[in-house]
C-alpha cells in the first residue's frame, strides 16, 4: 500500500520503518532537510522537504493516490490541517496525531468530522489505555472503548453461580442498548448467539454504555475486585489522563509531580485523586509517602530512566506491581529483570494503531480482540447501496459469527437491535471470526 507520513520526527521515522519492514512504498515529509537526508540514508522511502501544511507540497508527495495519510508533526494544529487537506485530494484514510486533549473533547467542538479526518491519535491516551487494562485485571480482562468513547466493551470472568447461568441467552432479558459479544471457555472463543448458555468459569465480553455494562454486572453476581491504591509518579499527560480512567471507587489515587503549576491543575481537574508536590527521584520522598503501601505503582515521567530508577525503588519498598512508560526500544530486554510488571510504549502503541487502518474495501481499522484468539474487531464504513442496507440488522443474512456491537451515525452512537436498519454514511464496529470476514465486508461494500 501507499503511505504518506508527514514529520521525521521520532514518531514519524520509527512509524516510517515499521511501514518499510511491513513492505509498504513510503513517503515521508519533513520541513527540516537534515532529518530529511537522514532518513533517506537510513530507510528504503521517498523523502521531501518542504512544509506538511502546503498543498504544493502535499501535491508533490502524491497524496492524493495515497491508501493512508499519517500526520504526526509535532505541531497539532499542522497535523489537523495537513490531515484534512490529504483528505480532500482523495487520500483514502488519514490520520492526525494531537497532544492537547481538547482536539478529541467533543464536549467542546468535534474536530475530527469536521476537518474530516477518520482518527485523531493521542500517544498519551494510548499509553494510558494500555496502561489501564493491565491495572483494572484482574476484575476487567478487557477493557476498549468503542464508537468515540460512546460505547464500551468490557470483558469478565463468570466466578460466582447466578441465576444466569444455564439460560439460552436470548431468555435473560438484557437491558436494550446492552449485548453479550463473545464467549471464551476453555480454549475457545466464539461470537456469542441466542442459544448459547452460559457456564460458571466462563470468559464473557459486554458491549453497551458504563451504567448499562454495570446494571448486567449484577445478573451475572459479578462483584467488583477489592479497593486498590494506585500511585502514579508524573503527571504530565499521560499520568493525567491515567487518572481519569481510574477515577472511581475502585482505586485510591495518588500522583507525585515536581512541577507545582502542573500540581495545581492536576489538582484543579481531578476530584478524587490527591496531588503531592515532590521529586520522585528522592529514595526518601518515596519512603515519606509509604509508596510500599501500594497495589500498584506506575512511573510515566516522561524521562525513561528515572521510570525505571523509581520501579526499582517501588519494587525494593513493597510495591506489589510496577508498571512504566519506556520509550527507547534498547531497553526492553531488561525491563523484567528488573521487576516491572509490564513496560508501555508510546511507539508501539501507536504502531499498532497505524497497522490497523492499512485496510481495503470499506473496512476502516482491524484489530484482534484477544492477542492469539480468532475474532477481530473491525470498524467498517457501510457505503452506497450495501447489501447490508437494504433490510432491518435481523434480515440482512450477516454469517452467524459476526455480531454489530455499534454504530455510529452523524454525531450518535448507539449499541443497535434486531430491528435497527443500517443507513449509507454510518460507522459501525463489528466482531467477527476471520473465517466470515471475507463475506462480511462484502455486505457493506457498494455492488
Not at 467533543?106 to 468530522?113: A, K, P
Not at 491495572?135 to 478487557?142: A, V
Request: aromatic share 4%; with cysteine; net charge negative.
Amino acid at each position: 500500500m501507499r503511505v504518506v507520513v508527514l514529520g521525521a520526527g521520532t514518531v514519524g521515522s520509527s512509524i516510517a520503518e515499521l511501514l518499510c519492514n511491513h513492505r509498504h512504498e513510503v513517503t515521508v515529509v519533513d520541513r527540516d532537510p537534515d532529518c530529511v537526508r537522514r532518513i533517506r540514508e537510513e530507510l528504503d522511502v521517498r523523502a521531501l522537504s518542504g512544509s506538511a501544511s502546503q498543498s504544493s507540497v502535499l501535491f508533490q508527495a502524491e497524496v492524493g493516490t495515497a491508501d493512508l495519510c499519517l500526520a504526526v508533526t509535532g505541531v497539532d494544529e499542522v497535523n489537523i490541517v495537513s490531515a484534512s487537506l490529504c483528505k480532500a485530494m482523495g487520500a483514502r484514510r488519514t490520520l492526525a496525531r494531537v497532544y492537547s486533549p481538547v482536539f478529541r473533547d467533543l464536549s467542546t467542538f468535534d474536530y475530527q468530522r469536521h476537518f474530516r479526518i477518520d482518527r485523531l491519535l493521542s500517544l498519551e491516551h494510548l499509553s494510558a489505555l494500555a496502561l489501564a487494562r493491565t491495572i483494572r485485571y484482574p476484575g476487567t480482562l478487557l477493557v476498549e472503548d468503542f464508537a468515540r468513547g460512546e460505547v464500551q466493551m468490557q470483558a469478565f470472568a463468570l466466578s460466582e453461580p447466578s441465576p444466569a447461568l444455564g439460560v439460552p441467552l436470548r431468555n435473560l432479558k438484557l437491558p436494550k442498548g446492552v449485548r453479550i459479544g463473545s464467549i471464551h471457555r476453555g480454549n475457545q472463543l466464539w461470537i456469542a448467539g441466542a442459544e448459547d448458555q452460559l457456564q460458571l468459569a466462563d470468559h464473557i465480553t459486554l458491549i453497551g454504555a458504563l451504567e448499562q455494562i454495570d446494571e448486567v454486572k449484577q445478573m451475572f453476581s459479578i462483584q467488583p475486585p477489592p479497593k486498590q491504591r494506585v500511585i502514579i509518579a508524573g503527571g504530565g499527560e499521560t499520568g493525567y489522563q491515567l487518572a481519569q480512567l481510574l477515577q472511581s471507587r475502585r482505586f485510591s489515587l495518588v500522583i507525585l509531580e515536581w512541577d507545582k503549576a502542573r500540581c495545581e491543575f492536576l489538582s484543579a481537574h481531578l476530584q478524587n485523586a490527591d496531588v503531592i508536590h515532590t521529586d520522585i527521584r528522592r529514595r526518601q520522598t518515596l519512603e515519606e509517602e509509604q509508596i510500599g503501601k501500594a497495589e500498584v505503582f506506575v512511573a510515566c515521567t516522561g524521562d525513561d530512566e528515572n521510570n525505571i530508577m523509581a520501579c526499582v525503588e517501588a519494587r525494593e519498598l513493597g510495591v506489589k506491581k510496577c508498571l512504566a512508560v519506556i520509550n527507547r526500544p534498547d531497553y526492553a530486554n531488561v525491563i523484567g529483570k528488573l521487576g516491572i510488571a509490564q513496560a508501555v510504549s508510546p511507539r508501539e502503541v501507536i504502531a499498532r494503531h497505524v497497522l490497523a487502518f492499512l485496510n481495503t474495501g470499506p473496512v476502516v481499522s482491524r484489530l484482534p480482540l484477544t492477542p492469539e484468539g480468532p475474532i477481530d474487531v473491525l470498524e467498517i464504513e457501510v457505503l452506497d447501496a450495501a447489501p447490508v442496507t437494504k433490510h432491518v440488522l435481523a434480515q440482512t443474512g450477516l454469517p452467524a459469527q459476526c455480531l454489530v456491537a455499534a454504530v455510529v451515525r452523524e454525531n450518535f452512537a448507539w449499541v443497535p437491535g434486531a430491528d435497527d436498519r443500517l443507513q449509507p454514511g454510518d460507522t459501525v464496529v463489528v466482531l467477527a471470526d476471520r473465517a466470515v470476514e471475507e463475506e462480511l465486508i462484502q455486505m457493506f461494500s457498494s455492488p
